[in-house]
């Protein structure tokens, strides 16, 4: 996923808190489930992140060479550039982009048993 091309602000935005409990009727509720996405989205940028950084490890002992990468430095300048994961699972939240389920209500709303 690309999420530089992400409409999500790149800096704090103040926020209506009824459209954010729209869905789930809820504002704990949906700041859970934001929560939980953001995590999401923090572990996939950190193994993109890693995995990019990885073709540049050098596994030299010496502590004497140290050498400058530009494409490394690009790298690093790029992810940090990004937008927040909780800014980003935010945008995608309201956005309705995020399939969420809870399964209290549904087991709830489903019957016990079923008449033949």
Do not use: G
């Not at 934001?34 to 990019?52: C, E, P, T």
Request: hydrophobic letters at 35%; aromatic letters at 10%; proline letters at 4%.
């Amino acid at each position: 996923m690309d999420y530089k091309k992400s409409k999500a602000p790149v800096n704090t935005v103040t926020r209506n808190i009824m459209d954010l409990c729209r869905d789930t009727d809820n504002i704990y509720e949906s700041v859970a489930i934001i929560a939980k996405r953001a995590n999401q989205i923090s572990v996939q940028i950190k193994d993109d992140l890693s995995k990019k950084l990885a073709e540049f490890a050098s596994y030299n002992d010496s502590l004497e060479e140290v050498f400058e990468n530009r494409e490394q430095i690009e790298i690093s300048r790029y992810y940090e550039k990004l937008p927040k994961p909780t800014l980003l699972a935010t945008q995608e939240f309201t956005e309705d982009k995020v399939y969420w389920r809870d399964p209290v209500h549904e087991t709830a709303q489903t019957p016990a048993f079923q008449e033949m």
